[in-house]
């Protein structure tokens, strides 16, 4: 799997303000699609999809569209409520390894019913999706980076979904 991934198309290259200002312009009725599309260096059919969103006041992805096949196995949300397990863990014991992240988030993904590529034999996340984890939360980094003493992460984890 790849481990530092450098873009190498031109998709999706424009801006967040240029397409604001294009979707402006069109909707007053100051520029049409094409000529708003060439000014603001945007595609004219990704144009005229928020144009219309707009214009029919439907409501707008906040969602940040995702490159490629990708897809996140957790919400931001989801991700957040990790990290604060995790962080309880490393408050009431001494240290959390990247094997137990690794559970954690299969465990999780498991418990919540989530479409998830982790390996159901193992039952653990892989290696790839641990290291974007925590280049994702790097004040997590420091302290998983080694393991001093063995963690019962079952009963934490239990102990932890009776808590919420």
């Not at 992240?101 to 390996?119: G, K, V």
């Not at 998983?144 to 808590?163: G, I, K, R, S, W």
Request: glycine share 4%; with cysteine; charged share 30%.
């Amino acid at each position: 799997m790849v481990r530092k991934y450098e873009r190498m198309s031109g998709r999706q290259s424009w801006s967040e303000e240029d397409m604001a200002r294009a979707v402006a312009a069109v909707v007053s009725g100051k520029m049409g699609y094409k000529l708003a599309a060439r000014t603001f260096h945007i595609p004219r059919s990704t144009l005229q999809r928020r144009a219309s969103k707009v214009r029919y006041q439907q409501p707008a992805d906040d969602t940040k569209p995702l490159m490629g096949w990708y897809r996140r196995v957790f919400t931001e949300n989801q991700e957040k409520d990790l990290v604060g397990y995790i962080k309880s863990m490393q408050q009431y014991f001494i240290c959390v390894s990247r094997r137990d992240i690794r559970e954690l988030a299969f465990q999780y993904a498991e418990d919540n019913n989530l479409n998830h590529p982790f390996d159901v034999n193992t039952r653990m996340a892989g290696e790839d999706w641990v290291r974007s984890f925590l280049k994702r939360n790097p004040d997590l980094l420091h302290k998983a980076e080694y393991e001093t003493e063995p963690v019962n992460f079952d009963q934490f984890y239990h102990f932890m979904c009776q808590l919420s």
